[in-house]
Antibody, heavy 121, light 108 residues
Framework: EVRLVESGGNLVHPGGSLRLSCETS????????LIWVRQAPGQGLEWVAY????????YYGDSVKGRFTVSRDYAKRSMYLQMNSLRDEDAAVYYC??????????????WGKGTTVTVSS | EIVMTQSPGTLSVSPGEGATLSCRTS??????LAWYQHRPGQAPRLLMY???TRAAGIPARFSGSGSGTEFTLTISSLQSDDFAVYYC??????????FGQGTRLEIK
């Protein structure tokens, strides 16, 4: 069974930092790109960052560019989201998801259940 | 950036009836559109990709159609666990990857 499990969500002050993890299992880790998507309270889904499987190139959404960094640990089958300079508007449930393996077809075929980030003073 | 517009915002339907959800894109995305179901507290679930291809394990009462800028998700004979929020997402000409604002399907 393919599984993605997020962790690391917490309460953080504005301007603070947090690192989220996405641990995967049940599939060939190197064969799939991964993505972070978030959902702020009462809002819809917003793309945060997308890491390409073959090159580890990362694309970031405009709202997080320069503040968030994605990395991957192949040995641990995990992806990470380092979030710095957090703002009130970064408060959300953060999901990681697996991207379809078909080149250029960026839809998410498996999602985790999410981890909650709260930003408050 | 391609803007996604879903309608209606909320749809009230009785169990056993059908529902039709719409998604419009601000420019053509060909057939590169996906639909997701999101129940509260759960992981979003891929329903449809390439506009009309059902994802693995999705029952045949879910169907998708459309191309270009107009897309539809149809659910026939609604069951209790179908009441959720539904999102469309394009994957043509990215980044950015964008989602619609969602349609909430609620029990009438």
């Amino acid at each position: 069974e393919v599984r993605l499990v997020e962790s690391g969500g917490n309460l953080v002050h504005p301007g603070g930092s947090l690192r989220l993890s996405c641990e995967t299992s049940g599939y060939t880790f190197t064969s799939y790109s991964l993505i972070w998507v978030r959902q702020a309270p009462g809002q819809g889904l917003e793309w945060v960052a997308y890491m390409v499987r073959s090159s580890d190139t990362v694309y970031y959404g405009d709202s997080v560019k320069g503040r968030f960094t994605v990395s991957r640990d192949y040995a641990k089958r995990s992806m990470y989201l380092q979030m710095n300079s957090l703002r009130d508007e970064d408060a959300a449930v953060y999901y990681c998801a697996r991207i379809s393996p078909a080149t250029g077809y960026l839809y998410m075929d498996v999602w985790g259940k999410g981890t909650t980030v709260t930003v408050s003073s | 950036e391609i803007v996604m517009t879903q309608s209606p915002g909320t749809l009230s339907v009785s169990p056993g009836e059908g529902a039709t959800l719409s998604c419009r894109t601000s420019q053509s995305v060909g057939g590169k559109l996906a639909w997701y179901q999101h129940r509260p507290g759960q992981a979003p679930r891929l329903l449809m990709y390439d506009s009309s291809t059902r994802a693995a394990g999705i029952p045949a009462r879910f169907s998708g159609s459309g191309s270009g800028t107009e897309f539809t998700l149809t659910i026939s004979s609604l069951q209790s666990d179908d009441f959720a929020v539904y999102y469309c997402q394009h994957y043509n000409n990215w980044p950015p990857i964008t989602f619609g604002q969602g349609t909430r399907l609620e029990i009438k």
